[in-house]
């Protein structure tokens, strides 16, 4: 027994429940109302012993007739079946209303003379097809939701694996990047070599710990980008100005990995050949429920560099997927100008 109550969908009964009961009472009250008490019994007892035929009637359309026939484009057997049972639901409404409830509870409400004529069979039929009618609109209304539901959540798997595959790529690549220099100083014998190493061995191990989860403290998000700063500043020449500006509280305020880092390490691309007398100022100013980055790159001449759409629009499906409708990503470029901000509200 309890394996069998195991496989029973109780929301689904509950809900057919919820339906059938919303149907009675409505249309109990909306054919008594304005008369008396009797009549609002009278048409309570029509509804609750005629109930198996209206559900029967709808089901068989719902579950029988429109999955085998009309889905499969055969529409005039479907209309056909439709028609046998709007006959057959309409005799059996008028035997039962006729011959049973209305001499027990309203005896006035007897149709005289032949009451099961074609004509009267018709028009008392075509008038119940309003529970068919109203069964199927739920139902598609229904599994519309369910599957807009079920979009929806394809989505945002798609969106998770692309997030958790952007999230593996920024960790090679950054690290290959700074490999190449590491490589050069080691060949050209320089004295920063085992500096590098050092501070390339600490950014790896907090990219490696980050990247395992969902989001990290704005602090240690901060902490890889003062890291990977202080690297390229021993790669680039000293007229290159780097400014990191930090404001608010770093230590409550949560933020995908690599969200700000990317950004960063693309301005340093840009940077790469336009390093004389340029400026990298990057801000960032976090409060309660509310985050700003910004990021500005100025070269008096021109950035041979373009920044990397791929970049933007990775970090545009980072903002999407974490804050969907609370985020702003606004960038300009110009020939010697790019200027990246990052709104979001938390």
């Known amino acids: 027994m309890a394996e069998l109550l195991r496989h029973i969908d109780r929301k689904r009964i509950f809900s057919h429940t919820l339906f059938w009961c919303c149907w009675i009472g409505g249309f109990t009250i909306i054919q008594s109302f304005g008369y008396g008490a009797s009549d609002y019994w009278a048409w309570l007892v029509y509804y609750l012993v005629t109930l198996p035929l209206f559900m029967a009637h709808a089901y068989v359309i719902a579950y029988w007739l429109v999955p ?4 499969r484009n055969r529409y005039l057997v479907f209309a056909f079946w439709v028609f046998v049972l709007l006959v057959l639901a309409s005799l059996g409404e008028l035997i039962i209303s006729n011959e049973l409830i209305w001499k027990l509870v309203k005896p006035e409400n007897i149709q005289p003379g032949n009451y099961l004529n074609w004509q009267n069979v018709l028009i008392n039929g075509l008038g119940n097809e309003y529970i068919v009618i109203v069964f199927l609109s ?4 229904h599994f519309w939701t369910l599957k807009l539901e079920e979009k929806n959540a394809l989505v945002n798997r798609k969106l998770a694996t692309e997030i958790a595959l952007l999230q593996f790529q920024s960790y090679p690549r950054s690290v290959l990047n700074v490999m190449d220099r590491l490589e050069k100083m080691a060949l050209e014998g320089s004295a920063q070599t085992s500096e590098m190493i050092i501070r390339l061995s600490n950014l790896m191990s907090t990219m490696t710990a980050t990247r395992r989860t969902d989001k990290i403290l704005l602090h240690r ?5 003062r890291s990977y700063i202080e690297i390229q500043r021993m ?18 305020i949560k933020i995908p990995p690599f969200l700000l880092f990317q950004m960063v390490e693309e301005g ?4 790469e050949p336009n390093q004389d007398d340029s400026d990298f100022t990057i801000l960032i100013k976090a409060e309660s429920n509310y985050l700003l980055f910004s990021m500005t790159i100025w070269n008096p001449e021109v950035l041979k560099t373009n920044f990397n759409p791929t970049v933007l629009e990775n970090c545009r499906k980072y903002l999407s997927f974490f804050y969907p409708e609370n985020h702003k990503l606004m960038s300009n470029f110009e020939i010697n100008f790019v200027e990246i901000t ?3 509200y938390l």
């Open 68 to 71: 085998k026939y009309f889905f």
């Open 342 to 344: 990052i709104e979001i």
């Open 221 to 225: 998000e901060i902490e890889m980008i």
């Open 235 to 252: 790669k680039l020449i000293n007229s290159l100005s780097v400014n990191l500006l930090i404001k608010g509280e770093l230590n409550r």
């Open 138 to 141: 739920v139902k598609v209304v």
């Open 268 to 271: 340093f691309v840009i940077l």
